[in-house]
């Protein structure tokens, strides 16, 4: 395993990136600079990830239709008037609200339900993304859940172009390119052209640990300081960040200005948003009291996803919110995580990749929550996806192509259909 710094004298540079996917190295025009020069870096990728996910979509919405269940749903819950509707729910309709008519944090009692002691309320949900929602709403005349799309589609292609660079940093051009199909593929990869906020998350994290590896100290704690204004699970990428920057704190390989200065402003923005809703509920708890009594999510080191599993394998679908195809799809990515693990170690990627993994893998195995759901909450662990794209890289264009012509047409209904419509999101 290799620090941050470690990773400059690496011979995938991003200045290899001038590759086809499918030939040899080929020389860059001479004179193509700015962005002629990224439209040829980030095209292939880019592109290929486009035709992933808008074969996934299509899937999607023939299967939504072929069943018609979504007309017979409640428009908050898997429903709607046309299929496309479905992308703007579960907790899409929250952050439609928000974008509409902001936010009133409240704890307020609720009675007679075993596993909720607070009703639901809209600040167990960030801002930054509703935020979004509401700028684009401005600029394009788009109410809530259009605006919401613009932002989730627009924020996945910049999270796959961070899959990309990094990559491409640590693998070459072609991991690049395949590892940012994978992103597009991943069980719960679903959510990335929906109304969630999950497509700004990865976008953040992955641009932020670029910088971290290309030593942009500043930018990087800035990613992760807006990273913290867009989901609680920011926690991970603040720490990952701040210890890389310890790292090169301590070995004195960038000074200490900058990487102190990334310490330090890395974690004001998940501190600001909690503060702000302890500060309007009057209790310095708030969010998390929230989080348990509403939504039933805490952490109690893995307990729940050990017992759900054991029920899943054993045929019991009797534990809360027991989703069948959801938790079978669980548990093959659970069966799947050693081998991507190993996979993503072999590359010896740079420390701040390892522990933002890491830690990431532990929080979303570590907390109560809806079993299902452990697909999408792997997701934003892309360096995931890295270490299995490197493995991938050295195979044909034809053998590749073969590989995901079946997960590019089944994506459709295990990331998204599944994941919607037999599941909670």
């Known amino acids: 395993m290799s620090t941050a710094s470690s990773t400059e004298s690496s011979s995938t540079e991003s200045g290899t990136s001038?590759?086809?996917?499918?030939?040899?190295?080929?020389?860059?025009?001479?004179?193509?600079?700015?962005?002629a020069a990224l439209v040829d870096r980030f095209a292939p990728a880019l592109g290929a990830y486009a035709v992933v996910k808008a074969t996934?979509?299509?899937?999607?919405?023939?299967?939504?239709s072929h069943t018609g269940d979504y007309l017979k749903k409640d428009p908050g819950r898997g429903g709607g008037a046309q299929p496309w509707d479905v992308l703007g729910t579960w907790d899409g309709v929250w952050y439609q609200r928000i974008a509409e008519f902001g936010y009133d944090p409240q704890l307020i009692r609720l009675e007679g339900y075993p596993l909720a002691t607070y009703y639901e309320n809209s600040a167990a949900f960030f801002p930054l993304y509703p935020w979004l929602m509401n700028l684009v709403g401005a600029v394009t005349g788009l109410g809530p859940y259009g605006s919401g799309i613009v932002v989730s589609v627009l924020a996945s292609f910049f999270a796959a172009a961070g899959i990309f660079a990094i990559a491409e940093r640590l693998g070459g051009f072609r991991a690049g390119v395949i590892a940012a199909v994978v992103w597009g593929l991943f069980p719960g990869s679903g959510v990335e052209w929906a109304v969630y906020s999950d497509s700004l998350f990865v976008a953040l994290s992955a641009w932020a640990c670029y910088c971290v590896m290309t030593r942009r100290w500043l930018t990087?704690?800035?990613?992760?300081?807006?990273?913290g204004l867009n989901r609680p699970t920011a926690a991970a990428?603040?720490?990952?960040?701040?210890i890389a920057a310890l790292v090169a704190l301590i070995?004195?390989?960038?000074?200490?200005?900058?990487?102190?200065?990334?310490?330090?402003?890395?974690?004001?923005?998940?501190?600001?948003?909690?503060?702000?809703?302890?500060?309007?509920?009057?209790?310095?708890?708030?969010?998390?009291?929230?989080?348990?009594?509403?939504?039933n999510r805490y952490f109690d080191w893995g307990a729940s996803t050990f017992r759900s599993a054991?029920?899943?394998?054993?045929?019991?679908?009797?534990?809360?919110?027991?989703?069948?195809?959801?938790?079978?799809?669980?548990?093959?990515?659970?069966?799947?995580?050693?081998?991507?693990?190993?996979?993503?170690?072999?590359?010896?990627?740079?420390?701040?990749?390892?522990?933002?993994?890491?830690?990431?893998?532990?929080?979303?195995?570590?907390?109560?929550?809806?079993?299902?759901?452990?697909?999408?909450?792997?997701?934003?662990?892309?360096p995931l996806f890295i270490g299995l794209a490197i493995a991938l890289r050295r195979l044909r264009l034809s053998t590749l192509v073969g590989l995901f012509a079946m997960p590019v047409i089944a994506a459709g209904w295990y990331a998204g259909y599944a994941l919607f419509e037999l599941g909670i999101p």
């Open 18 to 35: 001038s590759r086809p996917l499918g030939g040899e190295d080929e020389a860059v025009e001479p004179g193509r600079g700015g962005f």
């Open 56 to 64: 996934g979509l299509t899937v999607f919405m023939l299967l939504l």
């Open 220 to 227: 990087a704690g800035l990613l992760a300081l807006v990273a």
């Open 237 to 242: 990428l603040i720490a990952a960040v701040s």
């Open 251 to 295: 070995r004195r390989t960038d000074g200490i200005a900058r990487p102190l200065t990334a310490m330090l402003i890395t974690p004001w923005g998940l501190l600001w948003y909690v503060a702000w809703v302890g500060y309007r509920m009057d209790d310095w708890g708030g969010y998390f009291k929230l989080q348990r009594g509403a939504w």
């Open 310 to 382: 054991l029920d899943v394998i054993t045929g019991h679908w009797t534990f809360w919110q027991s989703n069948p195809a959801p938790d079978l799809i669980a548990i093959a990515l659970l069966m799947a995580l050693p081998g991507l693990l190993v996979l993503l170690l072999r590359t010896r990627p740079p420390l701040v990749l390892v522990v933002y993994t890491a830690l990431t893998v532990f929080t979303a195995l570590s907390s109560n929550q809806i079993f299902g759901n452990i697909s999408r909450y792997l997701l934003p662990a892309f």
